[in-house]
């Protein structure tokens, strides 16, 4: 029975919504994340080369399959699960499409434009595994839980868009303490909230998380091969400009964003004018 009532406290307090439930969450999950994530440091130690196969599976795939545990564990224990994947309570505008055509667009580009035979077979899969990872525990965490508790409360869209992708960019400060400079991490602050904006207009023109988390499985892979493993030519220059069109594409779509669940969509509320 005192089991019963601690549960039903736990996701009462939950369904009650609100930024800082939202903001305390995420604290808490980066804390367990980064804690948890100390136990690969003695594989860590072993790698000689970070960008083989073996150091993106210990620096990267391991620590973030750490982060979708916890993600799911946290949804599993407040009943959200079935809620965070159902078709979004709100509907998208067409112009949202936008979002989704940018991201996809330079993802591709980044990807027809790599040497995979240089990179190799194995390396390439591997990144491929982390961002499906980084992709699904980022996104359920963000554009998920902390969307979801930003609508219990009643948020108009264009908050829970901004502070989503806040939370989001905020996320990434943390590569500060793996010893990126301060100029980097403040052009990837600005960065990561753009395609945080993108990843919301994907989720609210599909009506599911799933494309969000696709589009952002394929994101990370296509720029950390861009980078680690950078060819020249005319496809691979124009990949280039990806980052500052998502900047460009996120920051302008953001002033046109409306609504609110549990609002009538405008072509409904015409009808009864």
Not at 218 to 234: C, K, R, W
């Amino acid at each position: 029975m005192t089991t019963s009532r601690a549960e039903h406290a736990w996701k009462r307090f939950w369904e009650k919504g609100g930024w800082w439930r939202a903001l305390v969450l995420v604290v808490v999950y980066f804390v367990l994340y980064q804690a948890l994530s100390l136990a690969f440091t003695p594989l860590a130690t072993q790698i000689d080369d970070p960008s083989s196969a073996a150091g993106v599976l210990v620096f990267y795939v391991l620590p973030i399959l750490v982060g979708c545990l916890l993600v799911i564990g946290f949804a599993a224990s407040v009943g959200w699960l079935g809620e965070l994947f159902s078709r979004q309570p709100i509907t998208g505008r067409g112009w949202m499409w936008i979002a989704v055509a940018v991201v996809l667009v330079f993802n591709i580009l980044r990807f027809a434009s790599t040497d995979y035979a240089d990179i190799g077979f194995d390396v390439v899969a591997t990144w491929l595994l982390a961002g499906l990872l980084i992709g699904f525990a980022e996104e359920v965490l963000t554009r998920g839980l902390v969307v979801t508790l930003l609508r219990k409360a009643g948020y108009r869209e264009l908050i829970v868009a901004v502070i989503s992708a806040a939370v989001f960019a905020g996320l990434h400060a943390g590569n500060l303490l793996s010893g990126q400079n301060l100029v980097a991490t403040l052009f990837q602050l600005v960065y990561t909230f753009a395609f945080g904006i993108c990843m919301y207009l994907a989720m609210r023109v599909t009506g599911t998380i799933i494309a969000p988390i696709l589009l952002h499985a394929s994101t990370d892979p296509s720029i950390f091969l861009q980078v680690a493993y950078p060819v020249e030519g005319p496809i691979a220059a124009f990949a280039a400009f990806g980052n500052p069109a998502v900047i460009v594409t996120g920051l302008v779509l953001l002033v046109f964003i409306r609504g609110r669940v549990g609002e009538p969509a405008p072509e409904a509320a015409a009808a009864y004018r």
